[in-house]
């Protein structure tokens, strides 16, 4: 008999559902047809509102409010508001849960969002009780409080920090598996050469620097691309830069005349084969872009974080000396010209970047949540 596995996430950035997918392509390779799994935003398609709008007020709530998502975050770090937000979306949005869960029958039940990982499970064992349930953090050091439900069977942790706030917060140290973030199955396929992967994109056999700003392309990516281009004008170099979900960016992007050669994509599905063919990565400090350069062995500079779901991120990557955070586009641009110029210097980065990888991550928590089908 197949068994069912159901997947809840949010498309608020590019992470939740790219891990989700890696998740479920990972079971499919495990098990075949024996196990199939559905992805549902239960925002977008279920929620009562406001609720069912948060999707698309994420982006605008980042780029243009930092100040009021620090505070709600800030706020969420308090047991009494969390718990309180819970209660009080377990009681009001029950009716739409109920119908998440029968339109969408499963034997297992996975959040892959910190919003995701309280209420509807407590919905759901109000009326499925042998219905399973794990948890899957796909953020890396400072993730919310809300990730944390103490009743859930399985967390996965993404890294060592995770696991020990997931014990502080009242979860069975003998739930809790630290696995790493799943990333694409792709990221654990063995290395194609820079050379081989420009061939096959198209691009110039030149250093190339890539830029990434998450799913939704967000933050002062056109001010970082035109000091990288002030920057490299005179060394071999392009510059190539994934633009996510923000067409009007790359747009923008393709309109301007550059001084090197820059390529603007919008959302590209094959980012493992983007980032083997770059020398180095400019990104926000997203949980899955990092993990996803550490497993390409992709030397990073950070140039901005969330406010916090991703502030920790910055001091993760120093730590493990897989990149640096640099704010300004000057000094982003000046990082990147060093090592674009001096490859050598970039090296032991590289180095240090696959040791902390997880690239068989998406595997390994297939299999740990097989155990509970
Ligand atoms: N991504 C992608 N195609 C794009 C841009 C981004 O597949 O054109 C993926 C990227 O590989 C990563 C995710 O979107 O898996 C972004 O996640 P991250 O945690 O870095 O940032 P978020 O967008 O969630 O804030």
């Known amino acids: 008999m197949t068994r069912r596995v159901l997947f809840l996430i949010s498309d608020t950035g590019g992470g939740h559902r790219a891990s989700a997918e890696a998740l479920a392509e990972a079971l499919q390779r495990l098990h075949g047809p024996a196990v ?4 549902v935003d239960p925002f977008a398609e279920y929620a009562h509102w406001p609720l069912n709008h948060a999707p698309g007020a994420y982006l605008p709530l980042i780029n243009r409010a930092g100040w009021l998502w620090q505070t709600l975050w800030r706020l969420s770090a308090h047991p ?10 377990t009681i009001w949005q029950s009716d739409r849960m109920h119908q998440l869960f029968a339109d969408h ?42 990730w944390y439900a103490p009743e859930v069977d399985l967390l996965i942790a993404s890294c060592d920090e995770v696991g020990a706030a997931a014990q502080a917060a009242g979860v069975p140290p003998t739930r809790i598996r630290q696995l790493g973030l799943p990333i694409r199955l792709a990221f654990a396929e063995p290395p194609v050469s820079r050379v081989e992967a420009r061939a096959r994109l198209g691009l110039a056999d030149l250093p190339t620097a890539l830029v990434m700003s998450g799913g939704e392309g967000m933050g002062p990516v056109e001010q970082i691309v035109s ?52 020398d180095c990565l400019v ?3 997203g949980p899955g872009s990092i993990a996803e350069a550490l497993a390409c062995g992709l030397p990073m500079v950070l ?20 990149g640096v955070y640099r704010r300004e586009p000057g000094e982003i641009a000046a990082q990147v010209r060093d090592w674009l110029a001096a ?21 390994d928590i297939a299999s740990a949540l097989s155990e509970l089908l």
């Open 36 to 39: 199939a799994s559905d992805i």
């Open 80 to 89: 009494a508001s969390w718990r309180a937000a819970r209660d009080l979306t």
């Open 105 to 146: 029958p499963a034997d297992l039940v996975v959040s892959v969002h910190p919003l995701l990982s309280q209420a509807p499970q407590r919905t759901l064992r109000a009326r499925q009780p042998k219905t399973r349930t794990a948890t899957v953090v796909t953020d890396l050091v400072s993730a919310p409080r809300m």
């Open 227 to 278: 000091a990288l281009a002030a920057a490299l004008w005179d060394q071999p170099a392009q510059i190539v830069v994934i633009c996510g979900r923000n067409m009007p960016l790359q747009h923008r992007l393709a309109a301007t005349k550059w001084p090197v050669p820059v390529t603007p994509l919008g959302f590209v599905a094959d980012i493992p084969l983007w980032m083997s063919a770059a």
């Open 283 to 285: 990104t926000k400090a």
């Open 303 to 322: 140039s901005s974080f969330v406010p916090g779901q991703e502030t920790g991120n910055i001091s993760f990557v120093e730590r493990h000396g897989a």
């Open 343 to 363: 490859p050598e210097t970039a090296e032991a980065i590289r180095q240090r970047a696959r040791r902390l990888a997880r690239p068989t991550a998406a595997l």
